[in-house]
């Protein structure tokens, strides 16, 4: 035998290890399990078996008459389980109808009979199981059924415990297969469930993302642009502050590659101290003077990221629309809330914007005409406010934006401080 033979007969045989022997992981297992039909209480129909047997050792009166009956009896439980579980006859009045003939006829039966007919009752009960909707009609339709079961077992004096046995177990058998029917209906919803919550995570994860690269690319391009003009304007008579504006660019850049390799991991948290600082630096840029009031204790690192995020939208907005000169920043943390209020002296709101509006101020008309890119970002300035609006209430905070009261536009979210161990 060559090699390759001794390797194709090994594989076969681990194939056939692996066929008898291979086991699933329960989550497979739930995964395909399938809801049973009228195929799977047709087994039962072993049950006949005593019967039959007794009509065909000559143990009962007239066996054609048994034979027929328990041939009427067969084709009823057939026609029960299949009507059942039909998508068709199942809301229907049908089932019921077969099933109400098949007791009658297990009833019959088994008075006229006794013996082993008696057995039928127990299959008439799997046919209620499988009928009934709800647990109010299985309890009227098995309650009577074992009632029965048991009036006829002792009118044909079985016995006090073989007709303990049939009640009990005429009961017990339709209980157990509406017990398993539910379950699996169960299991149903349960898949559908888990199925609909792994879209709504994939959905929330899309918004998570389209909500930091709006951030962090609408920030980063906002003083790009704020030291790009700032460079052309000092170029021609102050070189080395030029060569400085561009070398702000190129670190911007390379902050902004680092952020969105993090953003894209998903581990990013904004440091509110960092923010604050490139807050700074570009408003500098832009000739707008900061001020910085901070009061209360240190916040937790979720609380700060969050904020950060807050920062980094406000400045933005100053940059690109208010045409303002002097931008506050105020933190105060009491009673367990954080509130953080960015205040400038700009032009404010555009008139046509309603209070109730979830954008950005706009620009005014009187703005300097700007390329078909920047206007595309114009268009969109209410991105990244209805973007906190989100995050912040998901945090069980809320965010607020609208005209200052000394003219301006004035932005101001609020938080619950934590602890470091709840978060």
Same mark, same amino acid.
Request: hydrophobic letters at 45%; a neutral charge.
């Given at each position: 035998m060559t090699i390759d033979g001794e390797c194709a007969q090994e594989a076969d045989r681990t194939c056939r290890r692996a066929w008898w022997r291979r086991t699933k992981d329960f989550d497979e297992e739930i995964e395909h399990l399938k809801q049973p039909d009228g195929a799977s209480l047709l087994p039962w129909m072993l049950m006949a078996v005593g019967p039959a047997t007794d009509v065909a050792k000559g143990q009962v009166s007239h066996p054609w008459l048994a034979t027929t009956g328990l041939a009427v009896f067969c084709v009823l439980y057939v026609a029960v389980c299949r009507t059942a579980?039909?998508?068709?006859? #199942?809301?229907?009045? +049908?089932?019921?109808? *077969?099933?109400?003939?098949?007791?009658?006829?297990? %009833?019959?039966?088994?008075?006229?009979?006794? #013996?082993?007919?008696? +057995?039928?009752?127990? *299959?008439?009960?799997?046919?209620?199981?499988?009928? %009934?909707?709800?647990?109010?009609?299985?309890?009227?339709?098995?309650?009577?059924?074992s009632a029965t079961a048991g009036t006829v077992s002792g009118l044909r004096h079985e016995g006090f415990w073989s007709t303990a046995s049939l009640a009990y177990g005429t009961f017990l058998s339709g209980l157990v297969v509406s017990v398993i029917i539910t379950l699996f209906h169960a299991v149903d919803q349960l898949k559908a469930t888990r199925q609909e919550l792994a879209r709504s995570a994939v959905a929330q994860e899309r918004l998570r993302f389209s909500r930091d690269l709006h951030d962090l690319l609408g920030h980063t391009l906002s003083v790009v642009v704020v030291k790009s003009e700032a460079a052309r304007r000092i170029a021609s008579r102050d070189l080395d502050a030029a060569l400085g504006q561009v070398a702000d660019i190129e670190a911007v850049g390379r902050q902004a590659l680092t952020e969105i390799r993090e953003a894209v991991t998903g581990y990013r948290e904004n440091s509110l101290s960092t923010e604050l600082d490139r807050a700074r630096s570009a408003l500098a840029a832009s000739d707008v003077e900061l001020t910085v009031q901070e009061s209360g204790p240190p916040l937790p690192p979720q609380t700060e990221a969050l904020l950060g995020w807050v920062v980094r939208e406000g400045v933005t907005n100053v940059v690109r629309h208010s045409g303002a000169t002097l931008t506050r920043v105020e933190l105060r943390t009491e009673a367990g809330r954080v509130r953080l209020t960015i205040t400038d002296n700009g032009r404010g709101p555009a008139p046509e914007e309603a209070p109730a509006d979830a954008s950005s101020p706009a620009v005014p008309p009187a703005a300097p005409p700007a390329s078909s890119t920047a206007t595309a970002v114009r268009r969109r300035t209410g991105t990244g406010l209805r973007g906190l609006t989100e995050r912040l209430a998901s945090a069980g905070g809320s965010l607020t934006h609208g005209p200052a009261p000394g003219g301006g536009f004035r932005v101001t979210a609020v938080l619950p401080v934590e602890d470091d161990k709840s978060l």
């Amino acid at each position: 035998m060559t090699i390759d033979g001794e390797c194709a007969q090994e594989a076969d045989r681990t194939c056939r290890r692996a066929w008898w022997r291979r086991t699933k992981d329960f989550d497979e297992e739930i995964e395909h399990l399938k809801q049973p039909d009228g195929a799977s209480l047709l087994p039962w129909m072993l049950m006949a078996v005593g019967p039959a047997t007794d009509v065909a050792k000559g143990q009962v009166s007239h066996p054609w008459l048994a034979t027929t009956g328990l041939a009427v009896f067969c084709v009823l439980y057939v026609a029960v389980c299949r009507t059942a579980f039909s998508e068709r006859w #199942r809301a229907t009045k +049908l089932p019921i109808r *077969l099933l109400a003939a098949l007791a009658v006829t297990a %009833a019959a039966l088994a008075i006229g009979y006794g #013996r082993d007919f008696l +057995l039928l009752f127990v *299959l008439v009960s799997l046919g209620v199981g499988s009928v %009934a909707t709800s647990r109010r009609h299985l309890g009227l339709m098995l309650m009577p059924l074992s009632a029965t079961a048991g009036t006829v077992s002792g009118l044909r004096h079985e016995g006090f415990w073989s007709t303990a046995s049939l009640a009990y177990g005429t009961f017990l058998s339709g209980l157990v297969v509406s017990v398993i029917i539910t379950l699996f209906h169960a299991v149903d919803q349960l898949k559908a469930t888990r199925q609909e919550l792994a879209r709504s995570a994939v959905a929330q994860e899309r918004l998570r993302f389209s909500r930091d690269l709006h951030d962090l690319l609408g920030h980063t391009l906002s003083v790009v642009v704020v030291k790009s003009e700032a460079a052309r304007r000092i170029a021609s008579r102050d070189l080395d502050a030029a060569l400085g504006q561009v070398a702000d660019i190129e670190a911007v850049g390379r902050q902004a590659l680092t952020e969105i390799r993090e953003a894209v991991t998903g581990y990013r948290e904004n440091s509110l101290s960092t923010e604050l600082d490139r807050a700074r630096s570009a408003l500098a840029a832009s000739d707008v003077e900061l001020t910085v009031q901070e009061s209360g204790p240190p916040l937790p690192p979720q609380t700060e990221a969050l904020l950060g995020w807050v920062v980094r939208e406000g400045v933005t907005n100053v940059v690109r629309h208010s045409g303002a000169t002097l931008t506050r920043v105020e933190l105060r943390t009491e009673a367990g809330r954080v509130r953080l209020t960015i205040t400038d002296n700009g032009r404010g709101p555009a008139p046509e914007e309603a209070p109730a509006d979830a954008s950005s101020p706009a620009v005014p008309p009187a703005a300097p005409p700007a390329s078909s890119t920047a206007t595309a970002v114009r268009r969109r300035t209410g991105t990244g406010l209805r973007g906190l609006t989100e995050r912040l209430a998901s945090a069980g905070g809320s965010l607020t934006h609208g005209p200052a009261p000394g003219g301006g536009f004035r932005v101001t979210a609020v938080l619950p401080v934590e602890d470091d161990k709840s978060l």
